[in-house]
């Protein structure tokens, strides 16, 4: 099973690529932007990812099914069956793509028994991925240059917290938190970007105080765990799971590298 999500990893990486490319085309054009029933943005660029995911996934692996936030009408009932399946975001931060400030990204994870094992994280404007698979380890490329593993850091004793806080969704929550916290250095960007600033060691703890979706953190919690971080629901301290219920909403969360500082104090 091991040896399946670590040969699955090149092509999924090839498909974040693909649709990557397929979101640039529509990146540089006067693109429209249309709503979805909750308000959110939604833009052809999803739409050209999604199709373009989909269709890699399914010559891949036909037999395992697939969960995309641009086609999650799927009843629990059916989902329920599913011990392993694809779970992606075809543009995570749409926001941030409308906005055209770069912060933005392909999402695949594969999900096994409600838990992620392998995750791909691929930023369109820069060429960057992230990609960890369980038994394999976790990495990040640069455009033209070979993958170098990557870990969470420890603490720097006697320096300022490194927190990084959503572009958009930032809140009252983010805000106590850090103020509980003491002193602190917070950055704020879009995506499952902030999920992977743990991941490589660029950032100690992400708090989600706000609602998210499990397509918007299922790959990049794969590539944090890897790596040797944590993503914990706040009300119960444990990691978070998939595909448990009917709704695909996440729990407030927090993302951290070092185990050694109880960070759940810090929520109110």
């Known amino acids: 099973m091991r040896d399946q999500w670590i040969n699955w990893l090149e092509p999924v990486r090839a498909l974040a690529a693909e649709a990557s490319a397929r979101i640039l085309d529509i990146y540089a054009t006067a693109f429209d932007v249309a709503a979805k029933a909750d308000d959110s943005p939604l833009t052809t ?5 999604h199709h373009a995911i989909v269709a890699g996934l399914q010559r891949l692996t036909p037999d395992i099914p697939i969960l995309s936030e641009e086609s999650a009408a799927i009843p629990f009932a059916e989902r329920s069956q599913w011990r392993r399946y694809w779970l992606i975001d075809p543009l995570d931060g749409t926001k941030e793509f409308v906005q055209r400030n770069g912060q933005f990204t392909v999402n695949i994870a594969l999900i096994e028994a409600h838990e992620p094992v392998l995750g791909v994280v691929r930023i369109p404007v820069t060429g ?3 990609f960890a698979a369980r038994g394999y380890g976790a990495f990040r490329e640069e455009s033209g240059q070979p993958p170098e593993p990557i870990q969470v850091k420890p603490l ?3 320096q300022p917290v490194r927190v990084v806080g959503s572009r958009s969704h930032g809140g009252p929550g983010l805000q106590r938190f850090v103020a ?4 602190h250095a917070l950055i704020t960007i879009g995506s499952s970007l902030k999920l992977c600033q743990v991941a490589e060691g660029s950032a100690d703890v992400y708090p989600r105080l706000g609602p998210t979706s499990e397509w918007d953190t299922a790959a990049a919690q794969a590539i944090v765990e890897v790596a040797g971080g944590r993503v914990v629901s706040v009300e119960t301290g444990w990691p978070l799971r998939y595909n448990t219920g009917d709704s695909l909403l996440n729990p407030h969360f927090i993302v951290y ?3 050694g500082r109880d960070w759940l104090i810090y929520v109110q």
């Open 45 to 49: 660029a999803d739409l050209a990812s």
């Open 128 to 130: 960057r991925c992230y």
């Open 156 to 158: 720097s004793p006697g």
């Open 180 to 183: 509980a916290l003491g002193p």
């Open 257 to 259: 590298g070092d185990a």
